[in-house]
């Protein structure tokens, strides 16, 4: 147990305040630092109890408020370091992701906000420019940091600033093509930027943790530079002798460390180091702060450092909801009819559709957990692809299978699938290939906020020709829909939503849905309200109470256009309702149907608004966004008042 005393500390002045301030605290440093120009007053030898203090206040906090957490257990000992040695908010730091950065949100004047992570009004879980100065860039989506670092590199030489800027990228961030296509830019460029990996799939054992160490340091000193710059200038004139050390160099650098491959991209690669010694990283990182040109750090980390379930279970432990740190995560009682989420009815369809067709094959950019993918890795191996975070990558290579008689599925966000709309259009819609997109989180999402809500994909998906795109409105619709999509010769996306449905038990038999073509859910008078995937059920209760007529419309693209029309014709109001922006949405679907066909009607599009949805739970965000039954029928009721009491008198 590490001894939080200040006994063995070196007093200082501001040390001595800290002391007098808070003499019975559980973190008496970590209590009085606001800011990491508090951090900066410290003496260095007080810094390793900063980041115990830190690590125990991290596991304290999260395990009551829930929130990412094996990623920041693990970069404690950075983080410290970072905000120490560099000058922020002045200098830049860029947090990939943002899993890890929850101990730089602790450092930079968020600790007593901590527990309101993820929560309406409260503080986001990735970092937010809008939310502290420190936080540099808005980042949720992987693998941004290096270019991102790289432009404000670019821009402080552009502007002569003497700024520095980092980018700490998690060794799954490095998966993704933008990571390599930044670090090629940057090498050219020649930029004062420093990239950090943080390794956390590795370990180090002592005696290869101790020379990888030592080394690092040696080559990121001035000592070993100067010898390397100097000798360079007087062998450059010499050619022959030049390469040879050239050569020598990389191979001995090459044989010790894994960096030949940045080298090669004009970085002057330092590491692998323990990224848990503090020492060791301060010493390396003041080295490097002398250096020139792009630099790049690897650093091994545990993910989950400092408690042992999260070491020993770094998946279960990434995302948490509060639990009890003495006895860990414990499973919560399975209700006795448990409703199973969509992405296990898409799991367990996806299982049942690959005993029946031999040409199945499932692809993922590195979702496996969350899009249900567990159960089909460990029954079919050898028709599993885990792309990594690639995501235009698993959209052409699954164009490339289709293209060979496989019948491709692509499990994908839909955020996700923003990053790889290009082989969307280029690769699957211009070629007609049958690739089946599996649409999880569509709609809003919740906690994760506004990088994450699936708000577009109708927009940007029915603009496109030779797609079909279908939304179901139940469970069994969805196992039905995805059988649909499968059987069809051609682009098919179903969206669904995360978490649970209404309810509906799924059947075992599967059968193609006729495509195009809507439910008619109820029938009555007056208004008309066509409602697209997860709106239906809402607007059961919405037509009940209104006397209106309920349409489950199933498919966003084709449109059932003959249903619409017949609607118009009985219907002095026409309603649709679908979780995606209205701007290209389902509804402006329906008015381009009636646009066409010279049809004027009275029509109002429900959807979501023109804004960002802040995080929040799921119910919290559909309740801002108007699309629960209570807002839905308040919005039709507010349409009808303003286009007058005549038009109203017919809807009564």
């Not at 009682?333 to 040409?359: E, H, N, Q, V």
């Not at 994908?412 to 280029?426: A, E, N, P």
């Not at 569509?442 to 906020?449: R, W």
């Not at 499968?486 to 179903?494: I, K, Q, S, T």
Request: proline residues 6%; contains cysteine; charged residues 20%.
């Amino acid at each position: 147990m590490k001894d939080n005393s200040l006994r063995h500390l070196a007093r200082g002045p501001r040390q001595l305040l800290f002391l007098k301030m808070n003499p019975k605290s559980s973190f008496p440093l970590l209590d009085n630092i606001n800011s990491p120009e508090d951090l900066r007053q410290l003496p260095e030898s007080s810094l390793e109890q900063v980041a115990g203090e830190l690590r125990e206040f991290l596991l304290s906090s999260v395990s009551r408020s829930g929130g990412h957490f094996a990623a920041g257990l693990g970069t404690v000992e950075l983080t410290v370091a970072l905000h120490y040695l560099y000058n922020t908010p002045e200098d830049r730091i860029v947090w990939d992701v943002g899993h890890q950065a929850y101990p730089h949100k602790i450092l930079t004047g968020r600790r007593d906000r901590m527990h309101t992570v993820r929560k309406k009004g409260g503080i986001a879980p990735f970092p937010k420019r809008d939310e502290s100065v420190y936080d540099t860039f808005g980042v949720g989506h992987s693998s941004t940091s290096i270019s991102a670092a790289l432009g404000m590199a670019l821009a402080a030489k552009t502007t002569g600033n003497a700024r520095r800027a980092v980018a700490v990228i998690g060794d799954g961030g490095l998966t993704a093509g933008m990571a390599f296509e930044a670090l090629n830019h940057a090498g050219d460029t020649g930029a004062d930027v420093l990239v950090i990996l943080n390794d956390n799939n590795m370990s180090i054992s002592p005696n290869v943790g101790a020379l990888s160490n030592h080394f690092a340091q040696l080559i990121s000193g001035k000592f070993y530079t100067t010898v390397r710059e100097g000798s360079k200038r007087v062998l450059s004139q010499v050619p022959n002798a030049w390469e040879m050390v050239r050569r020598a160099e990389e191979h001995v650098k090459g044989f010790i460390v894994p960096g030949t491959l940045f080298e090669e991209f004009g970085f002057n690669y330092i590491g692998p180091i323990d990224g848990h010694d503090l020492h060791t990283v301060l010493n390396t990182l003041r080295n490097i702060q002398a250096l020139e040109g792009p630099q790049f750090l690897h650093i091994v980390t545990k993910k989950g450092k400092g408690y042992a379930p999260a070491e020993e279970d770094p998946v279960k432990y990434h995302g948490v909801t509060p639990f009890d740190p003495t006895v860990g995560i414990v499973p919560k009682p399975t209700p006795m009819t448990p409703k199973p989420t969509y992405s296990k009815i898409f799991g367990d369809w996806l299982c049942d559709m690959a005993d029946l067709d031999p040409r199945l094959v499932a692809i993922t950019p590195a979702m496996r957990e969350g899009s249900g993918l567990v159960r089909f890795e460990q029954e079919f191996p050898d028709r599993y692809f885990d792309v990594a975070i690639a995501e235009q990558h698993s959209v052409a290579v699954a164009a490339g299978m289709a293209c060979d008689g496989l019948k491709p599925v692509v499990a994908i966000y839909s955020t996700f699938l923003q990053r790889g709309y290009d082989q969307v259009v280029h690769d699957v819609i211009t070629q007609n290939l049958p690739v089946l997109f599996a649409l999880d989180r569509a709609g809003v999402v919740g906690a994760d906020g506004p990088t994450h809500n699936g708000s577009y994909d109708n927009s940007f998906l029915r603009c496109l020709p030779n797609i079909v795109l279908m939304a179901p409105a139940e469970e069994n619709e969805c196992r039905q829909m995805l059988y649909t999509g499968f059987m069809h010769d051609g682009p098919v996306a179903v969206r669904y939503p995360r978490g649970t449905g209404p309810g509906i038990a799924t059947e075992e038999q599967m059968s193609a849905l006729p495509i195009g073509k809507a439910q008619v859910r109820r029938s009555g008078g007056g208004i008309a309200i066509l409602a697209f995937g997860t709106m239906v059920t809402p607007c059961e209760v919405v037509a009940e109470n209104l006397g209106a007529t309920l349409i489950n419309m199933r498919f966003i693209k084709p449109l059932d256009e003959d249903l619409i029309v017949e609607m118009t014709k009985s219907h002095d109001l026409l309603v649709t309702v679908d979780e995606n922006v209205i701007a290209g949405g389902a509804g402006s679907a329906v008015n381009e149907v009636l646009a066409a066909r010279g049809i004027v009607q009275s029509i109002t599009n429900i959807g979501l608004p023109d804004r960002l949805l802040q995080h929040g739970s799921r119910e919290d965000m559909l309740t801002d966004a108007g699309l629960t039954s209570e807002g839905i029928e308040a919005s039709i009721r507010a349409y009808i008042k303003k286009i007058g009491a005549g038009e109203a008198a017919k809807l009564a």
